[in-house]
């Protein structure tokens, strides 16, 4: 689940979960999720047990003078924040009072030995039904900083995700100033239309809905308004001279967000719960799925107030291009006004004490690629990238087509006889909601690929170890439909897997292609580290240690490249001792009942009927 980037000459490490891979025209970003390997657990006596009870139902929340009814945990959006200290255990239990399956993935979370708690419809567990609860326990032993959670069924995860808080036990923070206050801020996106529905319309190859809006902790701002009165939107109060310690997520399903505050500095102090060097800049890149803590002095004259703006990135033309969104808070000084905000109500836009900062390009993205760049770990506690791979893969993440009517022979180019899919070497990902039971119990019980298969009652396909075709892939002639890009579309789904010996040192180099799209692609893995070896423009080089028993969910990040079937399994077999052998599941496991669901939201699969 961590990605280790060499990012500068002297050798330095950053550690990540996650990978991003562009084109030139969208510059490849390195994005990482960290948890640390290897750290012994604590004495029962100095860990604690941190329960949480997450009910998930329906609720009707009014946006933009219109209500929409919105599926959230415990009537919260965002929904509640879980904080804990380094080495607890953590106890949830979800109550599914919602009219769709559900799982929860403790994003950032490394699950040893433990993949039954990762969370993967059917792929680690069966759904939770409506009307059924189940209880995710897990440790946060060897991890600290800003991780989050978020339902694993796309596009759901817009208004069900919160933030996973894990402080220092025996030590305090590897940075300076320490904070005088801690804020999670949450870059999400407001949706007014039926979430399922959209994951329906983007495996359907209708790829031409788009958010409303853009929020900070789950308001609009006042860029929007209703009947002409501006919404409500985030607050900061701050005091001059002291220091606050943003813990910043990027929900959004679709977009990439830059970061400023007006007037200000940040200095980013961790990257997906991974300390790095201390870095001082003006602007942040936040992929989907990142976390990234930034220190925020107040420092600025305390006699104005100071716009937080957060703004979509997109890919420029000839890519497919959407209405620009963008939302904005304000940091207070409370010497700055005589008003005083109340339950984060923003003062006016027209408020001339209010200073909006200059925003980067939103075609821009090689800021984010040197913004990423530039960030390097610490070196605590980290491994060092084995020296030597034993399996090697090159991995094109691009965009395909299979026919609509399941043919072979059907028009291309955004026909209607085709359907647009994302795919991982020229094969894109079919979920296993038909399956019989989870891969993972599969897997459990039927050791081998043959008898996996059986007990899951799917086919099972290997994901190949390089492209199926060989082309000039960063050619930007591919982008546009038409008769250059139209030969390289057929393509085929498949639930794909690869297995991995216990221990193997497995060596990925991701390759973006141009095949009707410039979009980077933020890979993130499930389940392991990752060292980040190289990066380019349309490239990333990684190697990790299969050293986790399971089934790993990998797939990029943009929920529509979910949808779409940029998703592969690495299956991990056992290894040779008691303590890297998969344990049995737990006796409460969700059952898959005749409504089973799966990754994504067909109606057949996840409405109650």
């Keep these: 689940m961590v990605a ?32 640390f390997a290897g750290v012994a657990a604590l004495p029962a006596a100095m860990a604690a047990v941190v329960e949480h009870t997450f009910v998930v139902s329906q609720v009707n929340l009014t946006r933009l003078c219109k209500e929409t009814l919105v599926t959230v945990v415990n009537g919260q959006l965002p929904g509640p924040a879980i904080e804990v200290t380094e080495g607890d255990s953590v106890v949830v239990h979800v109550v599914n009072r919602s009219p769709y399956n559900m799982t929860i993935h403790w994003h950032g979370v490394k699950q040893r030995l433990n993949c039954w708690a990762d969370g993967v419809p059917m792929v680690t567990q069966c759904p939770i039904l409506p009307g059924r609860s189940f209880t ?3 440790n946060v032993a060897g991890q600290e900083g800003t991780l989050w959670w978020h339902a694993h069924v796309p596009c759901l995860r817009a208004t069900l995700h919160g933030a996973l808080i894990i402080r220092p036990r025996h030590s305090p923070y590897p940075f300076a100033p320490k904070p005088d206050r801690e804020i999670p801020v949450v870059i999400g996106e407001w949706w007014d239309m039926d979430l399922a529905q959209l994951d329906r319309n983007t495996m ?3 790829l031409v809905d788009v958010p409303t809006g853009s929020t900070i902790n789950g308001k609009l701002g006042d860029l929007y308004s209703c009947s002409g009165a501006a919404q409500d939107g985030f607050v900061l109060e701050v005091e001059p ?27 980013v102090v961790a990257s997906d719960a991974n300390y790095v060097r201390p870095y001082t800049t003006d602007v942040v890149a936040i992929a989907p799925g990142e976390t990234m803590d930034v ?16 703004l979509a990135i997109q890919a420029p033309e000839p890519d497919v291009q959407v209405p620009p969104t963008i939302t904005r808070g304000i940091v207070q000084y409370r010497s700055s006004s005589s008003d005083v905000a109340v339950d984060g109500v923003v003062v ?3 408020d001339p004490a209010v200073v909006m900062p200059d925003m980067p390009d939103q075609h821009d993205t090689t800021i984010s690629f040197h913004f990423h760049g530039n960030l390097s770990s610490l070196r605590r506690r980290h491994r060092v990238p084995p020296a030597r791979a034993d399996d090697h893969m090159l991995v094109t993440l691009s965009l395909g087509s299979v026919c609509r009517d399941g043919g072979r022979a059907c028009a291309r180019s955004d026909s209607d006889e085709s359907i647009i899919v994302g795919t991982m070497n020229d094969v894109s990902f079919r979920a296993p909601t038909a399956a019989a039971m989870p891969l993972l119990e599969a897997h459990y019980y039927g050791r081998g690929d043959m008898a996996m298969a059986a007990a899951a009652g799917v086919e099972l396909r290997a994901l190949p170890d390089a492209p199926l075709r060989v082309f000039n892939f960063t050619d930007p002639a591919y982008i546009p439909y038409g008769p250059k890009e139209a030969p390289l579309e057929p393509t085929e789904k498949q639930t794909t897997v690869r297995r991995f010996r216990h ?28 060292f980040v070896l190289a990066h380019g ?24 490249h979910l949808s779409m079937g940029m998703v592969a399994v690495f299956i991990v077999e056992d290894g040779s001792s008691a303590d890297t052998y998969l344990p049995p599941p737990p006796a409460d496991l969700p059952k898959c009942g005749s409504n089973k669901g799966g990754l994504y939201l067909p109606e057949e699969f996840y409405l109650q009927k």
């Design 537 to 560: 423009l349309g490239w990333v080089a990684v190697r990790f240690v299969a050293d986790n028993p399971g089934t790993w969910y990998i797939h990029c990040h943009f929920d529509f």
């Design 204 to 206: 359907d190859g209708f």
């Design 295 to 310: 220190l925020l002095p107040a420092d600025a004259p305390p006699g104005r107030s100071y716009y937080m703006a957060a």
């Design 136 to 138: 995710y326990r897990f």
């Design 4 to 35: 280790y980037l060499l990012s500068k000459p002297n050798g330095s490490w950053k550690a990540s979960m996650k990978v991003w891979v562009g084109l030139p025209a969208a510059a490849a970003v390195v994005v990482v999720f960290l948890i």
């Design 348 to 350: 006016p836009a027209a």
């Design 503 to 530: 221990g193997a040192v497995v060596e990925v180099v991701f390759q973006d292609t141009a095949v009707m799209q410039s979009d980077s692609n933020p890979m993130h893995l499930h389940g392991h580290d990752m």
């Design 241 to 267: 001279g002291k220091t606050y310690l943003l813990r910043l997520m990027n929900a959004a399903l679709f977009s990439e967000y830059y970061l400023k505050v007006a007037g200000h500095r940040m200095t």
